[in-house]
């Protein structure tokens, strides 16, 4: 008898043991998660962010605050999550400056693979090649003829440094040997309005930000950036579909957790975001912003994340943009 308890006193302690971090998660959360977005309010991560943080909230039993800490090229808040406690009540959401800023500022303080756990990928986000409307070009290989015929002009808007638009602007470089001459603005809001008035004549801006633009009239859409046509643009072919050969620009992203973080912890949120967002009302509220809906594995993430930085490490290379 004296024995029985013995092993019952030894063996239940180093259960324990064996498991916490698998005893953590079957209570998490038990307080309040924080969302860092590295990005203002308003912008495709911070809807995706809000929308799926009000199911989690929901469904989980705890708050999932959202708290924006934009900067520094989004260098700011994806520092703050890099650095935050591993205990997976602070996680966060990036886009696709995550997988290109490496290669364009020397000290970031954070590297996009071993500073984080990929919780899962969410969204992909086309961009649309929008020309002035007054242009007199209606396809890519046209607009390509006419930026050769007239490179003094063929000024094309980016969103600044490290941006998806400037990513795609310079591919666009390489693969079509147009002429390009960026001009930088902070940000969409601040693009358009050039566009708008031939000041600038191509800006490949994300479909979310520049589609209201497309369907008034006020810009012209000639391409869309990735291999396949969007859903909310499904008349506009794409890039390759017109002789750019290879051309896939977008920016994507999607949940991720400080690198420590338990892996049973992970995997609760990789199936709680996913059941998120599978749900009708969440995908037809993204899908309305021009978000592709994604979902998948932790590994299928960080499998997306390793091709990125192969593809935008190869096309700053070849553009000759140093790090600063």
């Known amino acids: 008898m004296q024995f029985t308890t013995l092993i019952k006193t030894l063996v239940v302690p180093a259960a324990l043991l064996i498991a916490p971090g698998l005893a953590s998660a079957q209570n998490y959360p038990a ?17 995706i962010a809000r929308v799926v943080g009000e199911k989690l909230s929901v469904k989980l039993g705890q708050p999932f605050i959202v708290e924006n800490r934009p900067g520094a090229s989004n260098n700011l808040g994806t520092a703050v999550l890099a650095n935050a406690r591993p205990d997976g ?33 969410t969204h ?3 961009l649309v090649f929008a020309v002035y409307p007054k242009l007199p070009v209606k396809t890519v290989p046209e607009l390509v003829t006419w930026m050769k015929a007239n490179p003094g002009e063929a000024k094309v808007a980016t969103s600044g440094r490290g941006s998806a638009q ?3 602007a310079e591919m666009f470089r390489m693969v079509s040997g147009a002429p390009v001459l960026l001009v930088p603005y902070k940000g969409s809001s601040a693009a358009h309005p050039d566009l708008i008035a031939g000041r600038t004549t191509l800006y490949i801006d994300t479909i979310s930000a520049i589609q209201e633009q497309v369907r008034s009239g006020n810009v012209r859409a000639v391409a869309v950036s990735t291999h396949h046509r969007s859903k909310a643009l499904p008349n506009v072919p794409t890039a390759e579909e017109q002789g750019l050969k290879g051309y896939d620009a977008n920016t994507n992203g999607g949940f991720l ?9 992970i995997a609760r949120l990789n199936a709680e975001i996913n059941a998120a967002l599978k749900l009708p009302e969440v995908r037809a509220k993204l899908e309305a912003a021009g978000i592709e809906v994604k979902g998948g594995t932790s590994q299928e993430y960080a499998a997306l994340i390793k091709s990125d930085l192969a593809k935008w490490g190869k096309v700053v290379k070849e553009a000759g943009i140093q790090p600063e």
Do not use: C
């Open 31 to 47: 307080r309040p998660v924080t969302i860092i977005v590295p990005a203002p309010a308003g912008g495709g991560i911070d809807l």
């Open 89 to 121: 009540y602070t996680i966060g959401i990036v886009g696709g400056s995550h997988n290109i800023n490496k290669f364009l500022f020397k000290n970031l303080g954070w590297d996009p693979q071993k500073s984080f756990e990929p919780i899962v990928y």
């Open 124 to 126: 992909e986000i086309p």
């Open 166 to 168: 400037e990513m795609a």
């Open 257 to 265: 957790a400080p690198a420590g973080t338990p892996k049973e912890i």
